[in-house]
């Protein structure tokens, strides 16, 4: 049975609109359902733009990603002009490419919108972040760069980072680890990664997990087919990650 309110946590989208309205269809979130999107928006698919502007009007939240942190970095103290546009296309084609076809007066209002997205979200018991954190350091000396970019020294943990919560991340598709099909998720030591790796032709899942009720929503970019599994039949124990 289904509760009420349930708590959603959505991995990268990498631009795939017509996906996660795909998957949200599935999921149908009720008003009071709080929904999180673990960061990586935008770049790889065709309507990054539209992803942003969606997660950006809706009542949901969101992390910071690498590829969204990538976007600032690029952009930083730059003047938004056809001339840097023109040659951000060559780093950013798709993305670009989404904004001059959607509406390119969001590209600022957007950047400005990356720049105060969070580095987490702590819920208490689940603590939802990008890409991990440095199992070495305390979380006051963590910085953007750990919570957006980190790998092997998280997934390699022996233990988790913290007692009494879960870290939900995105970040790596879970293909990538030894052993692990495509559209399966990951766990380790005190942590779950639900990047399927949706821009990938290898997968094409994009994944949200109801951590309520332990369901697993899926759409699929390519065939447009969505599943719903328990997550105990979706996840596998660690590999190795690349």
Request: charge should be positive.
């Amino acid at each position: 049975m289904t509760t009420s309110v349930r708590r959603i946590f959505i991995g990268d989208v990498h631009g795939n609109y017509d996906g996660l309205m795909l998957l949200l269809n599935a999921i149908s979130p009720f008003n009071e359902d709080k929904v999180y999107f673990l960061g990586d928006l935008i770049n790889r698919g065709a309507k990054s733009a539209q992803v942003v502007e969606f997660v950006r009007q809706s009542p949901y939240d969101c992390v910071l990603g690498n590829h969204e942190q990538m976007f600032l970095d690029y952009f930083q103290s730059k003047r938004i002009t056809k001339q840097v546009i023109e040659k951000a296309a060559f780093t950013y084609k798709e993305t670009i490419s989404s904004y001059l076809q959607f509406d390119i007066s969001l590209l600022s209002v957007h950047l400005e919108w990356f720049y105060k997205l969070p580095p987490y979200i702590d819920l208490g018991d689940i603590w939802a972040v990008h890409a991990g954190v440095n199992p070495q350091l305390p979380l006051n000396k963590q910085t953007q760069k750990e919570f957006c970019w980190i790998r092997q020294p998280f997934y390699s943990s022996s233990k988790p980072y913290f007692s009494d919560k879960l870290i939900i991340v995105g970040h790596t598709p879970t293909f990538k680890f030894s052993g692990v099909v495509p559209g399966k998720l990951v766990q380790g030591k005190g942590w779950l990664d639900i990047d399927t790796g949706a821009y990938d032709s290898r997968s094409g899942w994009l994944t949200g997990l109801d951590m309520t009720n332990r369901k697993v929503y899926q759409a699929n970019v390519f065939s447009r087919k969505t599943r719903v599994l328990a997550l105990k039949d979706v996840v596998e124990g660690i590999g190795n990650g690349e």
